[in-house]
């Protein structure tokens, strides 16, 4: 059964202070892992695909880098906007659906 | 439309009531899914939609969960008979991909918060 657990599950920082958020998988034949951002009240939006171990992505302030049993976000100097949940999702090969992680909480205070 | 539909945003229904959730995908979106969250739970899939190809349905939790689409656009989840644990916020996603597989993931919905009193 794939299983993806997410850590830390909140995390406040201060406007500026780099940090990084944990994605652990097991998935048999890992066909990608994704990053969403949700706000309060809305769908999951789309931030990566991560394919296979040693890959790297950036998109602003966000860095999302892959190896065989994880993947984190770093966020480099975050600004209050970044606040949000971010949630890790694993797709095996053959599969129609994603396994989504709980997510983390973070909360970035100006 | 710009994004993906889902209607109603709340709905509050009594126990044992049938209850319809609709989605209107982007359009030319040939991949519909559909995903619910519970307080707590991490997004858990329930069935998705391929252009005209019979969906895969392994995701329903129970013979009371249905969802049909029509003309390859707009779909409808029904929940039969609502339970409290049905409760949740019911999530709709649509993406451009002809395969199961998208590179760039899923557009969702703002979702249908789904409450059973």
Do not use: M
Request: neutral net charge; hydrophobic residues 30%.
């Amino acid at each position: 059964e794939d299983q993806v657990t997410q850590s830390p599950e909140a995390l406040r920082l201060q406007e500026g202070e780099s940090s990084s958020l944990n994605c652990s998988y097991t998935v048999s034949g890992l066909r990608g892992l994704f990053w969403y951002r949700q706000d309060p009240g809305k769908g999951p939006e789309f931030l990566f695909t991560l394919y296979s171990a040693g890959e790297e992505k950036e998109k602003e302030r966000l860095k999302a880098t892959l190896t065989k049993k994880e993947s984190f976000l770093h966020i480099t100097a975050p600004k209050p906007e970044d606040s949000a949940t971010y949630l890790c999702a694993v797709q095996r090969g053959g599969a129609d659906g994603l396994t989504f992680g709980k997510g983390t909480h973070l909360i970035i205070q100006p | 439309g710009a994004g993906v539909s889902q209607s109603p945003s709340n709905k509050v229904t009594e126990k044992g009531k049938d209850v319809e959730l609709r989605c209107d995908p982007i359009s030319g979106h040939t991949a519909l899914y559909w995903y619910r969250q519970s307080l707590g739970q991490g997004l858990e899939f329930l069935i998705y939609f391929q252009g005209n190809s019979a969906p895969d349905k392994s995701g329903l939790p129970s013979d009371r969960f249905s969802a049909e689409r029509t003309g390859g656009s707009v779909s409808t989840l029904t929940i039969q008979r609502t339970q409290q644990e049905d409760s949740a916020v019911y999530l709709c996603a649509s993406s451009l991909s002809r395969g199961r597989f998208s590179n760039y993931g899923y557009t969702f919905g703002s979702g249908t918060r789904l409450t059973v009193v």
